[in-house]
């Protein structure tokens, strides 16, 4: 006789297996079949944000130099602040 137990997920099926009773876990669904427009949708937001995030990358490698020196002169001005 079978103890009454939860199932350990959605996807998980109890079957016989040599002769004793174990869990198997059994795809039940399809990946392909759940891809809809949410999916598309998604996909071309990751690749926007991916674009963005290269293209601020491309920005401030150009323009390390600039940078750097806005940094150091923020960086005196934090530390004149907290010396005086």
């Known amino acids: 006789m079978l103890r009454l137990k939860k199932a350990a997920g959605p996807r998980t099926k109890l079957q016989k297996h ?11 669904k399809d990946s392909k079949n759940e891809r809809g427009a949410g999916s598309r949708f998604k996909r071309f937001r ?12 491309l920005e401030l ?3 390390r130099l600039e940078y750097w020196e806005i940094a150091c ?12």
């Open 18 to 28: 040599d002769n004793q009773d174990t869990r198997v876990t059994v795809d039940s």
């Open 73 to 84: 002169e923020v960086a005196s001005k934090i530390l004149e602040a907290i010396g005086s």
């Open 61 to 63: 490698w150009e323009n």
């Open 46 to 57: 990751e690749a926007v944000e991916a674009f963005v995030i290269r293209q601020i990358l």
